[in-house]
């Protein structure tokens, strides 16, 4: 059950305060201060951790992901920022300043909802997935290791800023009401005719016919011994929930004594929950099982997405679609 909320009372309360429920949104640059008038440290922080939040929920609703939600202002911010105020004729700063913020709230949105657990978000079985590729396979399935895990996929956060935002609450008991990123219920996008990938600014963009700019998502793309293939290529084939075929000899970096074996479907399979077969041999688009590395990380080559940004993009997409890789 999804239900609208929204925030200053409950960053409020993590900041020690007792601010009025239904407050309005902080501003981008509130007015300065007479020194005296200067808010506590923590009311400052609480303030800005709103802003930050709000800004990543309504990035993420624009379809300018700023990948995983958490309330801190990164890189991967910093580039939706940048495609999003492109996008919307504004200078590309990267910056949240005050006409990129009011751009932003031309959503209403509350930027928080509450749910409740419902028993497949906590039904499990949840265990830890083990780094070793070996071990890895002997699973029956690479589910989550937590119920966190799978509520922040599911809401785009990190499973740390669920807890903040949920103190006291039982992640894993059915019934439980916790708030969580109002990421649900967003447009809906029209098929792309090209997805461009940047290696140098670390994002994936999907674009129409006309070179207009339909999304935006942070990834991981290459490396030193595994470089980004450059070059113009097609989309093969799409895949969901795909098992992972692990050849030792594709990876500079396999453990002695590797060997050929594959590792069955989940959220934390290696590439998560889509592959998206590129015309390139052995290269794909696809997710991770660590959506807090993607953007701030290197790959073996392929474009590594959050698996729910992933998911997305693989709704818009079809066999035939053009691939766009660049520096």
Not at 2 to 19: E, F, S, W, Y
Not at 155 to 169: C, D, R, V, Y
Not at 286 to 305: D, F, M, N, Q
Not at 320 to 326: A, C, D, F, H, I
Request: charged letters at 20%; proline letters at 9%; glycine letters at 10%.
């Amino acid at each position: 059950m999804l239900k609208t909320t929204r925030i200053p009372l409950l960053i409020a309360l993590l900041a020690g305060l007792a601010g009025p429920a239904g407050a309005a949104q902080p501003q981008a640059q509130p007015a300065a201060a007479t020194p005296a008038a200067q808010p506590a440290p923590a009311a400052a922080r609480a303030a800005e951790f709103e802003r930050l939040l709000r800004a990543q929920v309504l990035l993420d609703r624009a379809h300018f992901s700023p990948g995983e939600i958490d309330g801190a202002y990164g890189s991967n911010m910093r580039q939706a920022l940048a495609g999003f105020q492109k996008a919307r004729g504004l200078d590309p700063t990267g910056k949240l300043d005050d006409a990129t913020w009011n751009a932003l709230n031309t959503d209403q949105t509350p930027t928080l909802l509450t749910y409740t657990l419902a028993d497949t978000d906590v039904a499990g079985p949840f265990q830890r997935v083990p780094d070793d590729m070996m071990e890895k396979a002997k699973l029956p399935t690479l589910g989550y290791a937590t119920p966190a895990e799978g509520l922040g996929e599911k809401f785009h956060a990190s499973p740390a800023l669920l807890e903040k935002l949920n103190p006291g609450k039982d992640l894993g008991r059915a019934g439980e009401q916790i708030v969580v990123p109002n990421v649900v219920g967003t447009p809906a996008l029209a098929p792309a005719a090209r997805v461009v990938v940047s290696k140098e600014g670390r994002i994936l963009q999907l674009q129409d016919a006309a070179g207009t700019v339909l999304a935006q998502y942070p990834v991981s793309s290459g490396s030193e011994h595994d470089p980004l293939p450059i070059g113009d290529w097609k989309i093969e084939g799409v895949h969901r929930n795909p098992t992972y075929h692990y050849n030792p000899k594709l990876f500079w970096d396999a453990k002695p004594g590797d060997k050929k074996t594959t590792v069955a479907a989940g959220p934390n399979n290696p590439v998560g929950v889509v592959w998206i077969d590129l015309t390139k041999p052995h290269y794909g688009i696809h997710g991770t099982p660590v959506p807090a590395s993607v953007g701030k990380s290197e790959s073996h080559g392929c474009i590594r997405l959050t698996n729910w940004s992933a998911s997305e993009v693989a709704g818009l997409v079809q066999a035939g679609t053009e691939v766009v890789l660049q520096d």
